[in-house]
Each structure stands twice: as structure tokens, then as C-alpha cells.
């Protein structure tokens, strides 16, 4: 089945700074989806992206499908921003397959 | 507003006592699933459904059963519930295929199984 590698898996950041999450997956895929879980467990649906670039406020991504990664950023990072990212993707009727996610600490 | 819906949010239950989760859609979406999500394993896909009266197991239906009599709904049952069966567990939906077929989750119904 196809694999979902996310890196880093654990990253701590100060209030006000940047960062790139990466995604890579294995096998060609129709749909890729970025979420966040947020301290209190619930699953938010950043993006839905199998392609292109997209961006809502501060968060933006990019899936380059042809070399199988998709990029998560985060731009001037708040608190709040804190919790587990996860990619996400499937091909067809496939399950939805999860990566095991980055753990993001967002420090004031 | 375009939801899935989970009931309970909170259950802490005993050994052997049935219980159901209940979990709704209101996007009329054909393929619904239903997740367990537990530390260092991640989210893991319990049992799906493409369709009313049409379902099939995940990685781990060992312990569970679901049924789709309405496309709306998609229960979760612990016939005869055990402690490693404690876990975070999330309801999901999407369309079947096509443009679109993003995946949308409910709020997550945590289980303790004493």
C-alpha cells in the first residue's frame, strides 16, 4: 500500500517564526489533504491539495504530485498553532492513509 | 453547516457492556469510515462503507461491527467491549470519487474501557 513518510516529527518553534513541513508519499495519488489535531483531539481540515498551491491566512501548501511530496507552511507561528500535523492521501476508493505526523510546540 | 456528527464525545464504559457510537453525515456523501487512532500507531481504519447496505473491514474489525441502513449514518458497535479496545475513536466521510472528494471527520469519541 502506499506509504506516508512527514518530517520533522517533532519541531518547537518561538512565537513569530516560520516553518516547512514536508510530506512524501510513495505511489501516485488523486487526493492529498493536510490536517491539524489540536490539543483537545479533534481532527481540522487545513487543505485539500493533490495538486497545486494553496493558501488560507498565514498556512499555505504545495503538492508537486510528478515527485510524490506536498509542503506545509506556517508563517509567523502562534501559539495556538500548536498540536500534531498530519498528511493524509488516497488514491481511488483506497482508504485515506496517514503519515504518523509532526508534533509542532509554538513557544511565547 | 456541512458536518459529521459523533455521539457520545465522552463514554467510559465497563468490560462486556455493549455500546453504540453513532456518527451522521449531513453531506450526502456515499463512503464513510470509521477510524481508532491510539499512541506510536497513529490513525487506523477500523471499517468503511461505499454505500447503504454495503460494508467492509479495515486494517483492525477485529472487536467491532458497524451497519449502513441509511447513507446518512454509520454506527459503530462493541458487542462485548474490551480494555484495549480504549482508544480515540473518529467517524469520517467523503464522496465516493471525482472532483472533490475531500474527507471530512467528526469530533472524535473517546472510549475507556475499564
Known amino acids: 500500500g502506499i506509504q506516508v513518510e512527514q518530517s520533522p516529527p517533532d519541531l518547537i518553534l518561538q512565537e513569530g517564526a516560520n516553518s516547512t513541513l514536508r510530506c512524501n508519499f510513495s505511489?501516485?495519488?488523486?487526493?492529498l489533504q493536510w490536517f491539524h489535531q489540536n490539543p483537545w483531539g479533534q481532527l481540522i481540515n487545513l487543505f485539500y491539495i493533490p495538486s497545486g498551491t494553496k493558501q488560507n491566512g498565514r498556512l499555505s501548501a504545495t503538492t508537486v504530485a510528478t515527485e510524490r511530496y506536498s509542503l506545509l507552511y506556517i508563517s509567523s507561528s502562534q501559539t495556538t498553532d500548536s498540536g500534531v500535523y498530519f498528511c493524509a492521501v488516497h488514491s481511488g476508493n483506497t482508504p485515506l492513509v496517514f503519515g504518523k505526523g509532526t508534533r509542532l510546540s509554538v513557544i511565547a | 453547516e456541512a458536518q459529521v456528527t459523533q455521539n457520545p464525545r465522552y463514554l467510559i464504559t465497563v468490560t462486556g457492556k455493549k455500546l453504540t457510537v453513532t456518527c451522521s453525515q449531513n453531506?450526502?456523501?456515499?463512503?464513510m469510515s470509521w477510524y481508532r487512532q491510539d499512541p506510536g500507531l497513529g490513525l487506523r481504519q477500523i471499517y468503511y462503507s461505499m454505500n447503504v447496505e454495503v460494508t467492509d473491514k479495515g486494517d483492525v474489525p477485529e472487536g467491532y461491527k458497524v451497519s449502513r441502513k441509511e447513507k446518512r449514518n454509520f454506527p459503530l458497535i462493541l458487542e462485548s467491549p474490551s480494555p484495549n479496545q480504549t482508544s480515540l475513536y473518529f467517524c469520517a466521510s467523503r464522496r465516493l470519487a471525482g472532483v472533490g472528494n475531500e474527507q471530512f471527520f467528526g469530533p472524535g469519541t473517546r472510549l475507556t474501557v475499564l
Open positions: 453531506m450526502n456523501h456515499e463512503y
Open positions: 505511489d501516485s495519488v488523486n487526493n
